[in-house]
């Protein structure tokens, strides 16, 4: 117990819990995005599993719970690690150039931590801490469709959608770099893999910034649209 | 008066019966023992590694910042051991041959042999240490041949053996460190030789980073501090390489021998210009693959790939077709200086001659030429902007190795009893030429397989001190004349800057004293040194202080040895009437141009004595006997 | 070739450890484009001599790129722009007439300034001797070829060991981190079988004390393989991770 105390108070042990936290996380972002996407199937298929998520409550609550304590742990360990960054160069260079060829996502890690972050509160107060009946939930015709309305009419709103894209783009940089960074900091990189790596990580954040998207763009054009 | 201390017996037993014979420490008195070790090359880092391990109290000096960076490190090739993986006939008694020959009859048989018998051991132990030695698809290790041999025998990590055998030598020696064995000094320069009652007992050294001035204390101090090659100024070894240590060893009695002996090494990029401060070394490894050759019409100044096969004169293959382009540096060397003097020369300078890769490229393929030496030439092009892949390379010989040193005795020990001197910083080995790949294996030899028992007879026979002598008057006397010679070096305010004085010594000493020399030249170096010498104390201007980090301060103090030392430097090679290896006096050669003999008058090691008042230094001679080879002229033909 | 260039330096002056530094601008003439940079700053500094000024102090000794004693950051980059280069390798012809030249030490907490450019790097040795070892005795090894190793391995582990120490690495990592360092060693030795024996305790006492150092986290953006004159790839502090999971801790001093 003592030896896995020591391991996570070194600089590889922390960052291996930042990478395994951000794997949990990675889980859950492909549930929830598989999930969300039953939007396209319309509001009795959403609603549906909206009400099936419901009914797994109070167990649900326990692995939202442990979630968030995941969440937190990632946030805490990278804070930990960024702090010790800052202090292993106490001094900066006049002249802070690059080699390397390191991905825009790279560079903005920290900015796009922050601002998923942020995201995450929004988004609770948004979807899941709002009553899913009522006048945010009423379409144009006058019904009530519950939680696919209340998603409906605030995607309607394009400055609403406009933020969601941009946290969403966010995200997915953050992806397309942390999965390459999961992989290197379990070692599973070597010189052979680094570029097929590299590509899937790539790939799966554009996939995901991309898909998330998808929802707000769809109910945008389709608002817009008259339907 | 000198006794090489050479065991009796027949040469191949000598020193296993040696080694039976030796005096030991017990284990437990072991740690009684303070030893000191200035220098940490291979020699050095090998040394006080091993003595550690056996449990002797060890401190290690170095000037650089690291152990690991000693310039060992620059080493390219490789080197060699008799193991025969090649089975290409090759065996202790065929290595010992070589390099007795190579060095053109003037090294002592005894120690030669015993180099070539522990050279298996150092490859054993190498390997263990994770040296990540080049391997065949077998897994086995892999060979390459080098100058001198017919033999393929030597071991090479890429071209970067040198680093790669310092690095396992400094990680023995860290190891050591981790166990609190061994105290390192890193930036901290000996500046002088303590004895007591006429034995080595300690050192003065200087921190390079506070200035202070030290004393340190032990029962005996070992020196593989390198050699003086940078005497030249312009040469292949690092910038820090200097012969303070030896020459401070020289002036407390320690017999220095055969100065004259240094190597100039073929394959070297060219000077271009004044300002330039070093010289780069292109492995000996490349003649195994690279033709050298000059067009045959004198100034012919067209780019090379417009000179056609037959206005080429491939000049090592034409006058030694047995050994080709891998003749020894000595002769490699020479022909390419008479190619150029004789107006065949390339380049802008004309003072260089080509090692061409094509035909290698064409038999072998680009790609296994880089795997060869790919790195070699990616430095060439960032020197020289040329990419030798499609234009050959253009190598000019540089001063690189110097055989002379303190004399050691079989025991490598000094004429200052528990003074003992390893690698380059020794002359034992070499001869008049040193072998490529050759340096690794001694240095290696004396640090990891010689020394430890050597030194044990030594100390076994030497009472510990047991207590602090840096309070004995002896310390205190010296580290007063290094303080003042400080304060000498900082008061002069001159005008000249030490590289200034440096630059003028190496190049009067490279022209009248490096790859060819005479009499009436070496006569007028003579009367030049001490007027320059004269002139530095004047007028050199050291700026700073002494109390802090002073590169100049350390510049000066090195320059003002090798201004002393060049003198006996010049003297050594103007009494050696003969040519031998890297020592070529004009006045003697066949007539076919090549290095001369007398074995009649000059087949001993000349061993100088330094006089306290300023008289000239007093040769002592140590004849050199061959038991087990007969001496002949030297033919590569 | 005979190109001439002028340029003007902003050089990091700082006396002592203790002092804060500053920047102090020189001009340098003449400047020919087949020196190195390291021939440009002696050529700076013989003026600089000449004119009662203390030189500027940097660390150099090979000059042909092996030693790892040279490095500043030139114009924000370690070692200069070019890849796969030492500072002494740098030639001037990679710099354009009238140029304006920042030149600044190693910056980072494991690697304190000593004086102007010279910064000490002890702590790298001290790493090693926390572990970076084989620890085999002279005189007990068996015969170099008793235990083949693959071609690959050793190639692979020669690609790590090709490290010169320079700190480069520190140096280019936006979190001072010296992983590069830590992972080329480990996976040098680690990649060899007389290597494995005791890699399980070497890896962890090289972490931990690479930590004590005051080194940054790595976060993955390799500025360091970039840096690297020897180009040693990022994939070895990979290796190093996953070595690491398996390593043995030391006991918490």
Redesign the interface.
């Known amino acids: 117990m003592l030896k896995t105390i020591h391991h996570f108070q070194t600089s590889i042990g922390r960052k291996q819990v930042v990478a395994t936290t951000g794997l949990m996380l990675i889980l859950f972002i492909i549930g929830h995005l598989i999930g969300n996407l039953l939007i396209f199937g319309g509001p009795e298929l959403y609603n549906g599993y909206a009400a099936f998520l419901v009914k797994l409550r109070p167990g649900l609550f326990v692995i939202e719970g442990a979630l968030g304590v995941v969440f937190l742990i990632h946030i805490f360990f990278t804070y930990m690690l960024i702090h010790d960054n800052v202090r292993a160069r106490p001094k900066n260079y006049k002249i802070v150039a690059t080699k390397s060829e390191r991905s825009f996502a790279t560079q903005i890690m920290p900015f796009t931590g922050t601002i998923i972050f942020a995201f995450l509160f929004y988004h609770l107060w948004d979807f899941t801490f709002t009553p899913h009946h009522g006048a945010q939930s009423i379409l144009r015709d006058g019904k009530d469709y519950g939680l696919y309305g209340l998603v409906y009419n605030a995607f309607s709103d394009p400055l609403h959608s406009t933020f969601y894209i941009i946290a969403m783009m966010c995200l997915g940089f953050h992806l397309s770099h942390g999965v390459e960074s999961f992989f290197q900091t379990y070692g599973v990189t070597n010189t052979k893999h680094t570029a097929t790596i590299r590509m899937i990580s790539q790939t799966f954040g554009v996939l995901v910034g991309w898909s998330f998207s998808m929802i707000p763009v769809y109910i945008l054009v389709k608002n817009l649209s008259g339907n | 008066m000198l006794d090489s201390k050479i065991p009796s017996g027949p040469l191949k037993e000598k020193w296993a019966n040696h080694k039976l014979h030796l005096k030991l420490v017990n284990p437990a008195n072991k740690r009684k023992y303070q030893v000191i070790v200035v220098g940490t090359g291979l020699a050095g880092s ?1 040394a006080a ?2 003595l550690a ?1 056996l449990g002797y109290r060890v401190k290690v000096f170095c000037i ?6 000693a ?1 060992s ?2 080493a390219q090739g490789g080197i060699n051991a008799a ?1 025969n ?1 090649a089975n290409d006939g090759d065996s202790i008694d065929r290595l010992f041959y070589d390099t007795i020959k190579g060095g053109d009859f003037r090294a002592r048989e005894a120690n030669v042999y015993r180099l070539a018998e522990v050279s298996h ?1 150092i ?8 040296v ?10 892999d060979n390459r041949s080098f100058g001198g041999a017919q033999v393929s025998r030597t071991f090479y ?2 071209g ?1 053996t040198g ?2 055998l310092l ?1 396992g030598a ?3 020696l ?2 050591e ?2 166990r609190g064995n061994v105290e ?1 000094h ?1 930036r901290t320069e000996m500046l002088d030789l303590v004895t007591i009652d006429g034995v080595a007992k300690g050192i003065i050294t200087r921190d390079l ?1 506070s200035g202070k001035v030290e004393s340190h204390a032990a029962d005996a101090v070992i020196l593989a501090t390198g050699g003086y090659s940078s005497v030249f100024y312009l040469s ?1 070894n ?3 390489c200097n012969a303070t240590a030896i020459w401070r060893a020289h002036k407390r009695g320690a017999f220095l021998a055969n100065p004259c002996f240094t190597q100039i090494h073929p394959t070297c990029i060219p000077v ?2 004044d ?4 010289l ?2 292109m492995s000996e490894g490349l003649r195994n693959d690279g033709r050298v050759w000059v067009p045959k019409n004198a100034n012919d100044k067209r780019d090379p790939s417009k000179v056609q096969i037959a206005e080429r004169d491939y000049f090592l293959e034409r006058k030694y077709p047995t050994f080709g382009n891998l003749v020894p540096r000595d002769i490699a060397s020479r022909n390419a200086k008479e190619m150029c003097d004789s107006g065949h020369g390339v380049g802008e300078t004309g003072m260089a001659v080509y090692l061409d890769f094509a035909d290698a490229i064409k038999r072998l393929g680009k790609e296994k030429i880089s795997e060869r030496y790919g790195n070699l030439f ?2 060439y092009e ?2 020289s ?1 040329d990419n030798p892949y499609e234009k050959p390379m253009m190598i000019y010989p540089a001063p690189h190795y110097t055989m002379g040193g303190l004399w050691v005795d079989y025991n490598l020990m000094s004429t200052i009893p528990g003074l003992f001197v390893l690698g380059e910083a020794n002359f034992s080995d070499h001869g008049a030429n040193r072998l490529g790949a050759s340096a690794l294996m001694q240095g290696l030899a004396d640090g ?2 010689i020394i ?1 028992y050597t030194i044990g007879d030594y100390l076994a026979q030497t009472t510990p001190a047991g207590m602090d002598l840096t309070s004995f008057p002896a310390f205190r006397e010296a580290e007063g004349q290094v303080v003042q010679k400080v304060s000498r070096l900082l008061a002069a305010k001159g ?1 000249r ?1 030490a ?2 004085f440096h630059k003028q010594l190496g190049k009067l000493l490279w022209d009248k004293c490096g790859m060819a020399r005479n009499e009436a030249g070496l006569r007028q170096a003579l009367n030049q040194i001490p007027a320059i010498r004269q002139e530095f104390w004047e007028n050199v ?1 050291v ?2 202080s002494g109390e ?2 002073n ?2 301060l350390e510049k000066a103090g090195r320059v003002a040895d090798y201004l002393e030392f060049a003198e006996l430097f010049v003297m050594d090679a103007l009494h050696r009437n003969e040519s031998c290896g890297g020592h070529f006096r004009e006045e003697f050669q066949t007539p076919e141009g090549e290095a001369k003999r007398d074995d009649s008058k000059f087949c001993y090691v000349a061993a100088w004595q330094h006089q306290e008042s300023g008289a000239e230094p007093v040769l002592h001679k140590e004849p050199l006997k061959f038991e087990s080879v007969n001496l002949t002229q030297r033919s590569y033909k | 070739m005979d190109k001439k260039l002028n340029l003007k330096l902003m050089l990091w002056r700082q006396n002592g450890a203790k002092d804060k530094g500053k920047f102090e601008t020189y001009k340098v003439k003449d400047i020919d484009v087949s020196m190195s940079f390291l021939e440009m700053l002696d050529v700076l500094n013989e003026t600089l001599t000449r004119e009662g000024q203390e030189p500027v102090a940097f660390d150099h000794d090979c000059r042909e790129g092996i030693c790892g004693a040279c490095g500043a950051v030139v114009n924000g980059k370690a070692h200069g722009k070019l890849k796969g280069t030492t500072l002494c390798q740098l030639h001037m012809r990679h710099f354009e007439n009238n140029e304006t030249i920042v030149i600044e030490p190693w910056r980072a907490k494991g690697f304190p300034v000593i004086k102007d450019l010279v910064v000490d790097r002890s702590s790298f040795d001290r790493i090693i001797a926390a572990g970076g070892y084989i620890s085999a005795k002279t005189g007990s090894a068996p015969d170099a070829n008793a235990i083949p190793v693959a071609k690959e391995s050793v190639e692979q582990s020669m690609d790590a060991a090709a490290c010169i120490g320079c700190g480069a690495c520190v140096a280019a990592c936006p979190n001072a981190a010296a992983m590069l360092f830590v992972g080329a060693k480990i996976s040098h030795l680690v990649l060899l079988p007389q290597g494995k024996v005791e890699s399980k305790t070497r890896t962890g006492n090289m972490v931990h004390q690479m930590d004590k150092e005051g080194f940054g986290n790595c976060s993955n953006e390799y500025e360091c393989e970039a840096a690297c004159p020897k180009s040693i790839s990022v994939s070895n502090i990979a290796l190093m991770n996953r070595e690491f999971m398996f390593s043995k801790n030391p006991p918490k001093p």
């Open positions: 090998s590694a091993t391990e650089q910042d690291s152990p690991r960076r310039h490190i620059a193991k993986y051991a490859i054993d132990h190498c390997v263990a240490q994770g990540p030695f080049a391997r065949e698809y077998s897994g086995y290790l990590a890429r970067q680093q790669q690095l400094y990680s023995a860290m190891k460190v981790s390192i890193p980073i292949t690092a910038k820090a271009h210009g300002y330039q401060s070093k780069t070394l990616e430095m960032k020197i902007g990891y397989f430890p005008k800057t590289d200034d201007n700026p700073g802090d980090l590169q100049s």
